[in-house]
C-alpha cells in the first residue's frame, strides 16, 4: 500500500502523517522514504504496541485525543497525510472533524489520501447513520462488538471536503475490489488560491 499510494507523493524532506496508525507497519514502512512519520491513533493500546514492534528513529508515535484530535501537531506543519481505514469507520461529525484538523495540520500545497466507501443500490441498507428503523438484538450487538462500515454517497462526501477547505483531486476505486471502497486525493483550495494570483511589477 505504501508503495502504491504513499511514495509517489513523498520525498525525503516531507514530514508525513499517519492517522489511524494502528501497530504502525504503514508507518514504518513510509519512514524510509520522508525525513519524519508523525504516527497517530486513538488507541492508546495500539500505540504503545506500534512504539515496541515499529520503532524507527524517524517515528513519532502519538495518541489521539477524542475532544481535540490532533492537538499535539502544529499548525501548517504536514507535507502528506494519509488515512487509511479510519473515515470508513467515523460518523459524520467526526469525519468532518478530521478533516479540518488535516486542513489545519497541512501546508498549504500539501495532499492528503484517505479512504471511503461510496454508498451503492447494494450496500446503501448497510449504512450506520440514517435508517431509523427499529433494530433487531443481533443487529444491536453487531453494532456494538464489530468494526462498522459507514457508505456515503459522493455528493456528502464533497461537501465534507469543502466544508472542511479540501477539494477532490481523484477518486478511484481500490485494486482488486468491487465493493465501493476507494481513495481520494485531496489538496487544499488555500493552495488553488494563492497560485491563482499573479504578480505584476
Excluded at 41 to 69: F, H
Excluded at 153 to 171: A, D, Y
Aim: glycine share 6%.
Amino acid at each position: 500500500m505504501v508503495e502504491r499510494a504513499v511514495k509517489p507523493y513523498i520525498n525525503q524532506e516531507m514530514t508525513v502523517l499517519d492517522h489511524g496508525c494502528g501497530p504502525g507497519y504503514l508507518a514504518q514502512a513510509a519512514a524510509q522514504y520522508c525525513r519524519r512519520v508523525i504516527a497517530v491513533d486513538i488507541s492508546a493500546g495500539v500505540i504503545a504496541c506500534a512504539k515496541e514492534i515499529n520503532s524507527q528513529p524517524n517515528i513519532t508515535y502519538l495518541t489521539e485525543n477524542k475532544s481535540d484530535r490532533l492537538s499535539q501537531v502544529g499548525d501548517s506543519s504536514i507535507d502528506f497525510i494519509y488515512s487509511f481505514a479510519v473515515m470508513l469507520h467515523v460518523t459524520d461529525d467526526v469525519c468532518e472533524q478530521l478533516l479540518k484538523e488535516f486542513f489545519r495540520v497541512l501546508k498549504p500545497q500539501g495532499r492528503v489520501i484517505c479512504e471511503f466507501r461510496l454508498e451503492s443500490p447494494e450496500n446503501k441498507n448497510l449504512a450506520i447513520e440514517g435508517s431509523g428503523k427499529k433494530k433487531s438484538l443481533f443487529q444491536r450487538v453487531l453494532d456494538k462488538y464489530t468494526l462498522r462500515v459507514v457508505n456515503r454517497p459522493l455528493e456528502k462526501i464533497e461537501r465534507f471536503m469543502q466544508n472542511s477547505g479540501f477539494e477532490i483531486v481523484s477518486f478511484s476505486e481500490n485494486p482488486g475490489y468491487s465493493n465501493g471502497y476507494y481513495t481520494f486525493v485531496l489538496k487544499s483550495t488555500q493552495f488553488a488560491k494563492v497560485s491563482d494570483i499573479t504578480v505584476s511589477v
